[in-house]
Antibody, heavy 118, light 108 residues
Framework: EVQLVESGGGLVQPGGSLRLSCAAS????????MHWVRQATGKGLEWVSA???????YYPGSVKGRFTISRENAKNSLYLQMNSLRAGDTAVYYC????????????WGQGTLVTVSS | AIQLTQSPSSLSASVGDRVTITCRAS??????LAWYQQKPGKAPKLLIY???SLESGVPSRFSGSGSGTDFTLTISSLQPEDFATYYC??????????FGGGTKVEIK
């Protein structure tokens, strides 16, 4: 069974840092692009970052320069280092596998909540 | 960046109704569109990819159509378990990805 399990969320002060992890199982992790997607409470979905099989990384303007996505294929793990956090970064963060032949997300993890507040 | 506009933002329907949700892209995206279902407190679930391909295990009452800028998700006969929020997502500009604002389907 394909499974993604996020961890590392919590309460952090504005300007602080947090590192999220995603443990993957049930598939050949190194063969897939991986993503982080977030959702503020009561709001829609926002793509946050992507990492390709070759380690190439991509970000939207809202987090570029503050967030860093990385992967460790030997540990079947995905990470998101978040620096200079703002109140607007408060959300549930989901780890998601990229589609094998296209840019959709399937499956998703259960999510981890990040709260940025003083 | 490619923007996706979903309509309506919410709708009320009864069990057995045919429901149609629209997603419009700000520029042509060929068939690079996916649809997701999200229930409260849960992660989104992939329903449709490549605009009209049904994900394995998804009931056949769900269907997708369209190409270019206009897309639809149709539920042919709404079931109690289908009350949820639905999102479209484009991947034409992969890996720069965007979602529509969502459509909440509520019980009438």
């Amino acid at each position: 069974e394909v499974q993604l399990v996020e961890s590392g969320g919590g309460l952090v002060q504005p300007g602080g840092s947090l590192r999220l992890s995603c443990a993957a199982s049930g598939f050949t992790f190194s063969s897939y692009d991986m993503h982080w997607v977030r959702q503020a409470t009561g709001k829609g979905l926002e793509w946050v970052s992507a990492i390709g099989t070759a380690g190439d990384t991509y970000y939207p303007g809202s987090v570029k320069g503050r967030f860093t996505i990385s992967r460790e294929n030997a540990k079947n793990s995905l990470y998101l280092q978040m620096n200079s956090l703002r109140a607007g970064d408060t959300a549930v963060y989901y780890c998601a596998r990229g589609g094998k032949t296209g840019g959709w997300f399937d499956p998703w993890g259960q999510g981890t909540l990040v709260t940025v507040s003083s | 960046a490619i923007q996706l506009t979903q309509s309506p933002s919410s709708l009320s329907a009864s069990v057995g109704d045919r429901v149609t949700i629209t997603c419009r892209a700000s520029q042509g995206i060929s068939s690079a569109l996916a649809w997701y279902q999200q229930k409260p407190g849960k992660a989104p679930k992939l329903l449709i990819y490549d605009a009209s391909s049904l994900e394995s295990g998804v009931p056949s009452r769900f269907s997708g159509s369209g190409s270019g800028t206009d897309f639809t998700l149709t539920i042919s006969s709404l079931q109690p378990e289908d009350f949820a929020t639905y999102y479209c997502q484009q991947f034409n500009s992969y890996p720069l990805l965007t979602f529509g604002g969502g459509t909440k389907v509520e019980i009438k």
